[in-house]
């Protein structure tokens, strides 16, 4: 079974409004750790924003937040205001107790229009 | 301050020839990876260390990889022979050992190697 599932190939979006990426993630593990990488056309992985299972607010950053929803094993990127340099792959990832890796998923790749 | 660094940036080679691609990770990391990029099967980790020893490989493909750390600052990453099939994006990456002070295991990317066999 797949531990990280992005549901959605593409999202487009139009500048200025905010989208939702979809991630959801399977362990028994209680202790992990989420993580959304952006990935521009350029290549380069960039982290953007993390959240630790035990963390009782949902992470921001910017203009990045992250909805956690414990009990659905979801962990969805939501991106305000979006903006054209925001169009990249974006890949959502998980690390579990005890280990140092990144499991990541296939990502999402987002096209914001003008 | 430095990020990851990895050379060559492009590498185009013949079948059956030998490929070394190289790491530098960030200096005090103590953690290192290497990731392969595909269109068909995406990021999947190769092999990993921690404080320059290899703790899991199972991701290596075949006999035709290795991957060494003879140093905390330098890493290799060699196919041989290569095949067309080996032909994607290698990325090196580094962090620091999760719980580390405040810590998330954030991993750091290098720009990646863009490996094409004709």
């Known amino acids: 079974a797949q531990k990280i599932t992005q549901t959605q190939p593409g999202m487009f979006v139009q500048e200025k409004e905010a989208v939702t990426l979809d991630c959801t993630y399977d362990?028994?593990?209680?202790?992990?750790?989420l993580f959304w990488y952006k990935q521009p056309s350029s290549g380069e992985m960039i982290f953007l924003i993390y959240?630790?299972?035990?963390?009782?607010q949902n992470a921001t950053e910017g203009r990045y937040s992250l909805n956690f929803q414990k009990a659905r094993k979801s962990a969805n990127l939501v991106i305000s205001a979006s903006q054209l340099g925001d169009s990249a792959m974006y890949f959502c990832?998980?690390?579990?107790?005890?280990?140092?890796?990144?499991?990541f998923g296939k990502g999402t790749m987002l096209l914001v229009s003008p | 301050d430095a990020g990851v660094i990895q050379s060559p940036r492009h590498e185009v080679t013949e079948m059956g020839q030998e490929v070394t691609l190289r790491c530098k990770p960030i200096?005090?990391?103590?953690?290192l990876f290497w990731y392969r990029q595909t269109m068909m099967r995406g990021l999947e980790l190769l092999i990993y260390?921690?404080?320059?020893?290899?703790?899991?490989d199972s991701g290596m493909p075949e006999d035709r990889f290795s991957a060494k750390m003879p140093n905390a600052s330098f890493s290799t990453l060699k196919i041989q022979p290569s095949e067309p099939r080996d032909s994607a994006v290698y990325f090196c990456?580094?962090?620091?050992?999760?719980?580390?002070?405040?810590?998330?295991?954030?991993?750091?990317f290098g720009e990646g190697s863009r490996l094409t066999v004709l």
């Open positions: 990456a580094s962090s620091l050992r999760p719980g580390q002070g405040t810590n998330t295991g954030e991993l750091f």
């Open positions: 362990t028994s593990d209680q202790s992990y750790g």
């Open positions: 959240q630790g299972s035990y963390d009782e």
């Open positions: 990832a998980m690390r579990e107790l005890g280990y140092s890796t990144l499991t």
């Open positions: 200096s005090g990391h103590n953690s």
């Open positions: 260390f921690n404080n320059n020893v290899p703790i899991d």
